[in-house]
C-alpha cells in the first residue's frame, strides 16, 4: 500500500480517535486540494499489508471514544485491491474501520460491508462543472450516493464550499438529497480554507475562495428547511 502521510487525529476522520492513513493517489485534481502532494499514484512510501494490519492492532488501545482506522488520501479507493484486503483483516479483529472517499469508485459496494462508518465527498450537483473543476464528472459519486441511502450504515457526506465555484444555489443541492431517504445520512458543510496553498508546485488557480458568513448560513438554513441532518466535526 502507498501511503503519504499517517498519525492519529482525534474525531476529524470518523468518530474518536483514530489511526489515520493518507493513500497516495487521487483521480481527481481538484483547483483547492490541500494535499496536491499526495495526488500523483506515484509517490509515497510502501507498506505491506502486514506491516499495517500490526501497526493497527498495536495502536488498538488508543482508539478511544469509538475510535479505530481511517483511510483517506488521496483517494483511497484508487488502492482497491489493498484496501479491501485490510478492511477485512480489520473487520475480523473487530476494530473499527472508516474511509473518506470522492465517491468516485464504480467498486465502492465491494468496500461497504467491511465499512463500519463512511464519509463521502459530494462537491458539485451539477456533473460538468464539477468536470470543470476537479477533471471528474458526478455521475458514480450520485449513484454511489443514492446506493448508499438504501442501506443502514451510516453515511456522512462532506461538501466543502468554495466561494461562487459551488456556493450559489443551496436549494440545488438540497432537493437533489431529499429526493432519497437520507435517515442513515448526516451533512457536513468544509468551509474553504488555504492550507495547501504553498504545497502547490504549478499555479494555484483558486482566486477569492472564502465563504462569507452570510453564505453558510444560507446553506445551513437551506438544509435545515428540507430536514437534511447537518453535524460540524
Ligand atoms: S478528491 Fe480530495 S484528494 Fe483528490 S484532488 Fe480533490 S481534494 Fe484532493
Same mark, same amino acid.
Given at each position: 500500500m502507498k501511503i503519504f502521510q499517517k498519525g492519529f487525529n482525534f474525531g476529524q476522520d470518523g468518530p474518536g480517535n483514530r489511526l489515520v492513513y493518507h493513500l497516495q493517489g487521487c483521480n481527481m485534481a481538484c483547483?483547492?486540494?490541500?494535499?496536491?502532494?499526495?495526488?500523483?499514484?506515484?509517490?509515497g512510501k510502501e507498506y505491506t499489508i502486514q506491516e499495517i494490519f500490526d501497526e493497527c492492532k498495536q495502536s488498538r488501545m488508543l482508539f478511544f471514544s469509538g475510535g479505530g482506522v481511517t483511510f483517506t488520501g488521496g483517494?483511497?479507493?484508487?488502492?482497491h485491491k489493498e484496501l479491501l484486503e485490510i478492511l477485512k483483516l480489520l473487520k475480523e479483529e473487530k476494530i473499527h474501520t472508516c474511509i473518506e472517499t470522492n465517491g468516485t469508485s464504480p467498486k465502492l459496494k465491494e468496500l461497504l460491508p467491511f465499512i463500519d462508518y463512511l464519509i463521502m465527498d459530494f462537491k458539485h450537483y451539477d456533473s460538468d462543472i464539477l468536470k470543470k473543476y476537479?477533471?471528474?464528472?458526478?455521475e458514480v459519486i450520485k449513484n454511489n450516493f443514492e446506493e448508499n441511502c438504501k442501506n443502514e450504515r451510516q453515511q456522512h457526506i462532506r461538501i466543502p464550499l468554495i466561494n461562487r465555484i459551488n456556493t450559489d444555489a443551496p436549494e440545488e443541492f438540497a432537493k437533489y438529497f431529499s429526493r432519497f431517504d437520507t435517515s442513515n445520512t448526516v451533512f457536513e458543510f468544509l468551509t474553504y480554507h488555504?492550507?495547501? /496553498?504553498? #504545497?502547490?508546485?504549478?499555479?494555484? /488557480?483558486? #482566486?477569492?475562495?472564502f465563504v462569507p458568513r452570510e453564505t453558510l448560513n444560507k446553506f445551513t438554513e437551506v438544509f435545515n428547511e428540507y430536514n437534511l441532518k447537518l453535524i460540524t466535526t
Open positions: 483547483i483547492w486540494c490541500s494535499n496536491p502532494e499526495g495526488m500523483n499514484i506515484n509517490g483517494e483511497a479507493t484508487l488502492q476537479t477533471g471528474v464528472g458526478n488555504e492550507y495547501g /496553498k504553498e #504545497k502547490w508546485k504549478t499555479q494555484y /488557480k483558486v #482566486k477569492d475562495g
